[in-house]
Structure formats: C-alpha cells, structure tokens
C-alpha cells in the first residue's frame, strides 16, 4: 500500500524526469569526466531509496522553487523529508540520507552546483551553532526542512558550478 499523496508523486515524477536530464547530459557537460566519474548509472525504485540515486555516488535534487530562492541569491539544501505533512516524523534525507553518496548535485535545467555532502553537513552544523549570515531558514513546507544558501557562498564551497546555457536539451 502507497502512503503517496498527489503532490508528492508530482514532486517525485519532476525529480525522476530531472535526474534522467542529468545522466543524459553528464558526458556533455564533464567530457573529461569529473573526480573520475565519466557517466552516471541511475538507479530506480527501491534500490534508490536505500544505495543512492545513482551507482556513482551522486545525489540528485531538482529545487523547482529553485527560481524562487534563487531571485534572492540562495540555494535550497535538504536534509530531511516525509511523504505527507501529516506524518509525525521525518526522514533523514538530501545531504543527510544513509547511501553511497558523496556528492550532492542541486540545480535546474539552466545550471547545476555540486557539493561534497560532507561540506554541506558541516555548513549545517554549523548553522545550528553560530548562524551565519550567508545562510537563511526557509519558509517549512510541511514535507522538508533545509536550509538556503547564498548563492556566492555556494560558489565558494561547491566543487563544480556549471551553466549549462547551450547544452543540447
């Protein structure tokens, strides 16, 4: 039995339609590979949800209120979920989701950031501590908590930013 409400499966679909962009165009986008990852195997269903989005160690995460956060210069880091608002607990997920993965790539069809998860749980404790600036605390959605960062700051920390303005859709 699914516990899926229709703006969860919505949300999920665009996520599932955002990686597969992303795994098409990673040899376009990295033609030299990028930390030796030449290409991205994608996993599906299950096996996602508990070893990682993709073989390689790359987290996926389309923020379709990216262009909201973005038109105030931030970024939206998740680190934890559940299905339905209703629900009493969240799950760890994003940056803090028990997988394979090392990197976390956030971002739209127009640009992408990628980040060691490992930089962004340390930005996120620290967060929690001494509350800098350069991050925000969003608005709750009822199904995710996170926080934003300012898009310079991310500049700063990721490990790769990419335009992908001209790549072949």
Not at 10 to 19: F, H, K, P
Not at 136 to 153: A, L, Q
Request: net charge negative.
């Amino acid at each position: 039995m699914s516990y899926e409400t229709d703006e969860h499966r919505r949300l999920r679909e665009l996520g599932e339609a955002y990686e597969e962009f992303v795994v098409e165009h990673w040899p376009l986008v990295y033609f030299l590979g990028f930390n030796g990852i030449d290409e991205l195997h994608r996993r599906i269903g299950r096996e996602q949800q508990y070893q990682g989005e993709t073989d390689e160690g790359v987290e996926i995460k389309f923020d379709q209120n990216i262009y909201e956060y973005f038109k105030k210069g931030r970024l939206y880091i998740e680190t934890h979920e559940k299905a339905d608002a209703n629900n009493q607990e969240y799950a760890s997920s994003g940056i803090y989701r028990n997988d394979n993965s090392v990197y976390y790539l956030i971002g739209n069809y127009n640009e992408w950031w990628i980040f060691n998860k490992e930089v962004l749980q340390k930005i996120d404790r620290t967060r929690q501590i001494i509350k800098p600036f350069w991050i925000f605390e969003p608005k709750p959605t009822g199904t995710s908590k996170g926080f934003c960062i300012n898009v310079d700051m991310a500049h700063e920390y990721c490990e790769d930013y990419r335009s992908l303005v001209g790549v072949n859709r």
